[in-house]
């Protein structure tokens, strides 16, 4: 019988009491320090708080990656990991305190998070310490291959797997050939023996690793014998391991179940985090919007009369197609004007379109002491202003707050397929490229790289450190976003 993987807070129940635990005296410390009068319990406001957030911290808990590679990681990588978990656990119970409009206690609530990531640090180091001391659960494994295979199933399974902790006892070789064979302390056996069930029926074995070439016969009565033992069979689907994006899930299609491959497999709870965020972030643009339409708006249109905003079909998530919004800052011919101007593209190959000092811009006509434009165009360009209105489009969810630059339609048309890679997600309104030196960039493929880096890596710890290079990114002044 095999136990199948359950959801980390299940699997390590007990540093998920000890982080409930943690919690709770994170409560009670600000209660007593604070100097609220009475128990905390008893206090109905602190009661609730206390409520919220530990009903907050248990249903991230249940979907949550926080305990996955708990052993494998580090202190820094335990902290880094904390600090998201925190992060979550205050956007969870924060959005369900204002939309229920309860009291906020922002300087308790912060003090609360710091104790809690303080002893939640210490609880998971204590007990991590703890069951190394007393060694952690082995699985004993028996690895059916070919000679040429061993030492790449032997790296493999040995790679990364503190937690499984798989111990192999034993190699079947399908074949004759030996070469790959240098652990000397693990028996070596020809599947061909006819005494091996025989041998094998004495040993201690958890599970078969079925690891095999295109070119070998699969040996099914073999696995039958091992099922009829009551052994569990792993078989690799090793033609999946040739594809360049080797990410796999066993899902369901209708009524087939089906393997699934793709650049990145995101979790419902991470989706569901970050959609949040973006509404709480596109409520707050779309508002800094209006304060700056007040002051933007009439400069804008006593240079260039017409819309203040510029709408613009670009191409979304896996093509999808969007009017972006901007404030307009350049003249109402610029779309005509462009091909005129393609040869001053700084963008190698023409998918993308940047150039220094463009004249479509309103008021680059008038230059300052050092010769660079100095126009109202120029102005909330420089200093992003421009990029407001997309607030309204992550509201809508037609974008992200972090993600790729959407390309515009014609742009879209000329991608080769290996450029499409960019849009398998959402757009943002600014992401990897633009935080990596965005107006030093010329090639066309390094932005695609990046890219492409962004999604197949991504994260919300990722997110949070492009939010912050932005920002910093902006203060300097340095290119646009």
Not at 85 to 104: H, R, S
């Amino acid at each position: 019988m095999h136990r199948k993987s359950s959801d980390s807070a299940i699997q390590h129940w007990d540093f998920t009491l000890l982080d409930m635990l943690a919690m709770q005296l994170s409560f009670l410390v600000a209660h007593l320090i604070l100097g609220h009068e009475g128990f905390m319990y008893a206090n109905p406001t602190c009661r609730m708080q206390a409520l919220i957030f530990f009903s907050a911290q248990m249903a991230l808990g249940m979907h949550s990656e926080t305990y996955d590679h708990i052993y494998s990681r580090d202190s820094f990588a335990e902290i880094m990991m904390l600090l998201v978990n925190v992060a979550e656990i205050w956007i969870l119970g924060g959005v369900f305190m204002l939309l229920n409009q309860l009291p906020v206690n922002i300087a308790e609530l912060l003090f609360v998070s710091l104790t809690y990531l303080n002893l939640t640090f210490f609880f998971r180091v204590w007990n991590k310490r703890r069951h190394m001391a007393k060694g952690l659960p082995v699985r004993k494994t028996v690895i059916i291959t070919t000679g040429s295979q061993v030492r790449k199933a032997l790296h493999k399974i040995r790679l990364n797997v503190s937690e499984a902790n798989y111990e192999v006892t034993g190699i079947l070789l399908m074949d004759d050939n030996m070469e790959g064979i240098k652990d000397k302390d693990i028996p070596v056996y020809k599947v061909s023996n006819e005494n091996i069930l025989d041998e094998i029926s004495h040993w201690w074995i958890d599970d078969v690793f079925l690891l095999l070439d295109e070119k070998s016969e699969y040996p099914r009565e073999l696995i039958d014998d091992f099922l009829l033992m009551g052994i569990t069979v792993h078989t690799s689907l090793s033609v999946l391991d040739d594809f360049a994006y080797s990410k796999t899930d066993v899902q369901e299609l209708g009524e087939y179940k089906v393997l699934t491959n793709s650049i990145k497999f995101v979790s419902n709870r991470a989706s569901m985090i970050k959609r949040v965020v973006d509404i709480m972030a596109g409520i707050a643009g779309v508002i800094v919007t209006g304060i700056i339409y007040i002051f933007v708006a009439p400069a804008i249109y006593i240079k260039s009369p017409g819309p203040i905003f510029f709408a613009q079909t670009r191409i979304g998530q896996n093509g999808r197609t969007f009017k972006m919004y901007k404030f307009r800052s350049m003249y109402m011919d610029a779309e005509k004007r462009k091909a005129e101007l393609m040869a001053k593209n700084k963008i190698e190959g023409g998918l993308m379109f940047k150039m220094d000092d463009d004249p479509r811009i309103i008021g680059s006509e008038k230059k300052g002491k050092d010769g660079k434009p100095k126009g109202i165009g120029n102005f909330i360009r420089n200093t992003s202003l421009d990029e407001f209105p997309q607030f309204i489009n992550v509201l809508k969810g037609d974008m992200s707050l972090i993600g790729t630059r959407p390309p515009t339609v014609d742009e879209w048309n000329h991608y080769d397929l290996h450029h499409r890679v960019r849009m398998s997600a959402k757009p943002g309104i600014t992401g990897m490229w633009q935080v990596s030196g965005r107006s030093k960039i010329t090639d066309f493929e390094q932005v695609v790289a990046l890219d492409q880096y962004y999604i197949e890596h991504w994260s919300l710890w990722l997110d949070i450190k492009i939010l912050i290079k932005t920002v910093m990114v902006v203060l300097k002044n340095d290119g646009a976003m």
